[in-house]
């Protein structure tokens, strides 16, 4: 199956602290791309990162980075200075197939603490 | 940033009936997709629409649903007999390409009674 695995399904940090969710998937394909979604309470879906998986080097989006391991099929978003506006839902994703569809892992609920 | 855009923002519906949700796309997107999420849940894919016809489509995409795209600006779903199951937030996005992200809608949270 082509899945996208989220292990952890809630996780904390204090502000200004940085923390690292975790994304594992599986595909026969060579040539893909990941994305990590944030969705606030009001639910919508933001774009935070994205990953081109013949890129070798790591995407970096201001606070917001990845530590993408294509052997390892891993894909973990780190979040540095964290902020109370980060608090949110996040989603690893995967685009599948020629449709450009996106496979969602279960979500990682993160919460700042201020 | 041109955005997707999603009516009714909330629809009530008693089980049974046929509801249409609506989208905007971006104009110049070609890749037009609808998604679900259950509360609590991970958002799902339902189809995708290239080309004015359907290029995937997902176990929970059933004869009861069905999208069009008639006037080439608005994609609607639509549920012709609803199940209290099908109660959940639906996402529509588009993009111009299958490499580049998606835009998403605000969602439709559709609420079967």
């Known amino acids: 199956a082509q899945t996208v695995t989220q292990s952890q399904p809630e996780m904390s940090v204090q502000e200004a602290e940085t923390v690292t969710l975790s994304c594992t998937y599986d595909t026969s394909e060579n040539n893909y791309y990941l994305f990590w979604y944030k969705q606030p309470p009001s639910r919508q879906m933001i774009l935070v990162i994205r990953q081109e998986a013949y890129k070798q080097q790591n995407a970096t989006e201001n606070r917001f980075s990845v530590n993408f391991q294509k052997a390892a099929k891993s894909f973990s978003l780190k979040i540095s200075d964290s902020q109370l506006g980060d608090t949110a839902m996040y989603f690893c994703?995967?685009?599948?197939?020629?449709?450009?569809?996106?496979?969602f892992g279960q979500g990682t609920t993160l919460q700042v603490k201020p | 940033e041109p955005e997707v855009t999603q009516t009714p923002s909330h629809q009530v519906t008693q089980m049974g009936q046929e509801v249409i949700l609506r989208c905007v796309p971006i104009s110049n997107h070609l890749y037009f997709y609808w998604y679900r999420q259950i509360l609590g849940q991970k958002v799902e894919f339902l189809v995708s629409?290239?080309?004015?016809?359907?290029?995937?489509k997902s176990e929970i995409f059933d004869d009861q649903f069905s999208v069009e795209r008639p006037d080439g600006s608005n994609f609607t779903l639509k549920i012709r007999s609803t199940k209290l199951e099908d109660s959940a937030m639906y996402f529509c996005a588009g993009t111009q390409s299958t490499g580049e992200k998606l835009f998403f809608g605000s969602g439709t949270q559709l609420s079967v009674l």
């Open positions: 629409f290239y080309n004015n016809e359907i290029s995937e």
């Open positions: 994703a995967r685009r599948s197939g020629n449709t450009g569809k996106l496979i």
